[in-house]
């Protein structure tokens, strides 16, 4: 909390407090607020895309997945592989995008593959435990899953700790490099991520309301025990569910893996599972509904921190400080997040 | 865990009852201390004279290969100070049973706490302050820190207090990695060259004994009182810690041991009971938590002393916070002493796994005949497969064991072995060791 108060006030320092009249100022601008809440919509795009698998996890099997971070890190190289396979410089924009669409359902299905044996192989297991050692199970997971992929990119000779600049080399410039609209220039890769998230977002619902699976997972995430009795397998719909949550981890990597601010390295899956955290939690683990909005939430707000860091607040961890801020906030007045329900997942 | 998590507590009260006509003279007293105590002197034995025997063993004939085997005494430094932030991790998250997933908060409080008094930048002490003053300081700090998160974080359980306990960690992470006080990069930390005095002050009654620690700059002694025995500067920086270390543990093992620690094991294990019972558990915990965090940041400074330099990604990482996670798993959950073990098991798989000189990789590589080191198959030699699954790969082995304790040892070494002794390893091995005898 102190570490959080002298954030605060090493802010307010950098803020004279004479200079918020300014921010607001600034901020009643046409082209700046276009400019924030385009960069809000990127950014709820690829928060949604990374939480809605976790969100999804959570909601039915009470298991908070610490290997989504993980996951989506692994997605963004196979993306890479994939899109570097595909893709030789004399491809078209056109085509290299159609080729980026396949990369993200061939992933996804390699990925829920994984996430489904992992479930049966490890996870099954442990589902009669304290929820503590699912987290622990699930961490052991990331510690692996990290060194793996280290090893193969040692045998491959790409660095693991640096964005991989070969993939994000395959990004079509001329569609989703910089573009005038509104008289702003942006990065139509950012709103590409848009599309992709809500593209994301529709799926998902589509397949909680509209799908026999989807049926049983809302049914078993109200009252496993009696869907059980209803003649639902439960335990089939948790592997299918662990392995599409992975498969939307995996795809929010191939998603950054283009992006500019992000991109393939190992470091990603911390960045990223951090970023789940707080989206779902604000949203209230279980919710997947919580999840949408909060990411909307996140996002703008996002949004908002690195346009007042840019322009105004010399402090470069604002955006992310606020963000955690948010989640102790939420956390404080509605412990159980903005549509969490108290009891779910019997914690 | 489990209802016999601690099994320790049913016979520690048998033996407070019988003390009254056990304990009948005053050398019986101290014969019965030291029989109760006789599986920590033992412990603490072989800690005292780990450094000779490492610098007598690496001597001998297989001298090479146990390099590789055996754990440096610089590696036993750090196995102490880690071994204490994963006990003090242990002891809220092991007997309260809230995990503390932010945990590296305190470490990196006590860590900076150090190094930006070394520095000379915080106000109202110098720059040469004794390592002890300092880390006290900055395990009050971190207390009342650990109040400040307790207050809002005990609202919520289970998983969620782990998930704000993480969020607050974060905040600190994110602030010390941007926050230009430190120094004019402050995503690098901050260090300094001179090593700390650690040991008691020149004040009033104090003695003034004291010795200088830290990595490379330490003191170093020969021929100690005319033993002939040296000691480098990493035996020193050894045993001083070593020392503070050990009065950390006792003092949490006492507490432990207290009528407190059996209200955190209560809560552990049924806290609604606990609060039935009548008992106020929102301050026990609040208790707890503080005290875990005093003894987070002391370790966190024992670090920063003996390292002489701390960064962002070695003290506030959620990473570091892992690292007690797997020690506290590995050891023994709810065990206190366990972490510890984890943590020397951890440094020892990572000091044979290692790319270092002594490493396992770098011993294959020199002592294997080339014929065995060229063979293979296809494309991949022997060669190629150790530089690729041996050389700095403790990360994936320590993830595979970690999972596997997960799985089939949940209590951990220590955990493991009371509910097979059926108490607490001080207190059933002498006995039983007895009864082999056949004395008593």
Redesign the interface.
């Known amino acids: 909390?102190?570490?959080?108060l002298?954030?605060a006030l090493?802010a307010l320092e950098a803020v004279p407090l004479a200079s918020i009249g300014e921010i607001l100022t600034d901020l009643a601008d046409l082209e700046t607020l276009v400019g924030i809440g385009l960069d809000g919509l990127s950014k709820f795009g690829i928060y949604v895309t990374i939480a809605a698998g976790l969100s999804l996890i959570f909601g039915l099997m009470g298991v908070?997945n610490f290997a989504h971070g993980s996951l989506t890190m692994l997605g963004a190289y196979l993306g890479g592989a994939f899109m570097l396979f595909f893709v030789s410089s004399a491809t078209g924009d056109v085509v290299t995008i159609v080729f980026f669409f396949c990369t993200m359902a061939l992933v996804f299905a390699i990925v829920t593959g994984l996430g489904a044996v992992l479930e049966i192989g490890?996870i099954r297991?442990?589902y009669d435990?304290?929820?503590?050692?699912q987290?622990?199970?699930t961490?052991?997971?990331?510690?692996?899953l990290?060194?793996?992929v280290r090893?193969v990119l040692?045998?491959e000779g790409i660095q693991s700790s640096t964005d991989w600049q070969a993939a994000r080399g395959t990004r079509p410039d001329e569609i989703l490099g910089f573009h005038e609209v509104f008289g702003i220039s942006i990065r139509a890769i950012y709103q590409f991520q848009t599309i992709v998230g809500i593209l994301v977002v529709v799926a998902t619902w589509w397949f909680l309301t509209r799908t026999r699976y989807g049926l049983h997972i809302r049914a078993g995430s109200e009252d496993g025990e009696m869907a059980q009795a209803l003649g639902i397998d439960v335990r089939r719909s948790f592997t299918v569910v662990f392995g599409v949550g992975a498969g939307l981890a995996a795809l929010a990597g191939v998603m950054l893996m283009w992006d500019p601010r992000y991109g393939a390295s190992v470091p990603l899956g911390?960045e990223t599972l951090?970023i789940a955290?707080?989206v779902v939690?604000i949203g209230g683990?279980g919710s997947f509904k919580g999840t949408v909005v909060a990411a909307a939430i996140v996002g703008l707000v996002d949004a908002l921190m690195s346009w007042l860091f840019v322009n105004h607040v010399d402090?470069?961890?604002l955006p992310?400080?606020v963000m955690?801020?948010v989640?102790?906030l939420v956390?404080?007045a509605r412990?159980?997040g903005l549509y969490g329900v108290e009891e779910v997942?019997g914690? | 865990m489990s209802s016999d998590g601690d099994p320790g507590a049913g016979s520690g009260d048998d033996h407070d009852g019988a003390g009254s006509d056990r304990f009948g003279g005053k050398g019986e007293v101290l014969r019965q201390t030291l029989a109760d105590h006789a599986v920590h002197i033992a412990v603490i034995a072989v800690f005292a004279v780990y450094p000779l025997l490492y610098t007598w063993l690496t001597g001998t004939g297989i001298g090479t290969e146990l390099d590789v085997v055996l754990p440096r005494t610089r590696t036993m430094v750090a196995v102490l100070y880690v071994g204490l932030f994963a006990i003090s991790f242990d002891f809220i998250s092991g007997y309260t049973g809230y995990l503390s997933f932010g945990h590296a908060l305190f470490y990196g409080i006590g860590a900076y706490f150090v190094a930006l008094t070394v520095n000379g930048k915080v106000p109202f002490l110098a720059e040469t302050t004794p390592l002890l003053l300092m880390i006290v300081l900055a395990g009050l700090l971190a207390a009342v820190v650990a109040l400040a998160i307790g207050a809002v974080s005990f609202r919520l359980t289970g998983v969620y207090f782990a998930m704000i306990t993480l969020g607050f960690a974060e905040v600190g992470h994110v602030f010390i990695r941007n926050w230009d006080y430190v120094g004019s990069n402050p995503r690098d930390g901050i260090g300094f060259f001179t090593g700390v005095d650690i040991g008691l002050p020149d004040w009033w009654l104090l003695p003034g004994w004291n010795v200088t620690i830290g990595q490379i700059v330490g003191d170093e002694f020969t021929n100690v009182l005319g033993t002939g025995i040296d000691l480098s500067k990493a035996d020193v920086s050894f045993y001083a810690i070593g020392i503070v270390v050990l009065v950390c543990y006792f003092l949490m093992q006492r507490i432990i041991h207290s009528p407190y620690g059996r209200v955190m094991i209560a809560i552990r294990e049924n806290e609604e009971r606990a609060r039935a019972v009548g008992y106020n558990t929102f301050r026990y915990k609040m208790g707890a938590f503080a005290i875990s965090g005093f003894f987070g940041a002391v370790a966190g400074g024992l670090f920063a002393g003996y390292k002489r330099s701390v960064s962002p990604e070695n003290s506030f990482d959620l990473f570091v916070t892992a690292d007690a996670l797997l020690a506290a798993i590995i050891g023994g959950f709810g065990t206190l002493a366990g972490p510890l073990y984890g943590i020397l098991f951890q440094d020892v798989l990572e000091g044979i796994l290692s790319t270092d000189p002594h490493g396992l990789a770098r011993y294959l590589r020199e002592n294997l005949p080339s014929s065995i080191l060229e063979a293979g198959l296809g494309d991949a030699t022997v060669l190629e497969g150790i530089n690729v699954l041996l050389d700095g790969r403790a990360g994936l082995y320590l993830g595979i064991v970690f999972i596997l304790f997960v799985l089939y040892v949940p209590h951990g070494i220590l955990g493991t072995l009371r509910n097979r002794l059926g108490g607490t390893v001080a207190e059933q091995l002498p006995a039983r060791l007895r009864r082999y005898v056949g004395r008593d």
């Open positions: 909390m102190t570490g959080a002298h954030a090493a908070l490890v297991p442990i435990r304290p929820p503590l050692f987290i622990l199970l961490f052991g997971i990331v510690l692996v990290d060194e793996v090893i040692e045998l911390v951090l955290f707080v939690i683990l402090f470069a961890g992310e400080l955690f801020l989640l102790v956390l404080v412990p159980q997942g914690h």
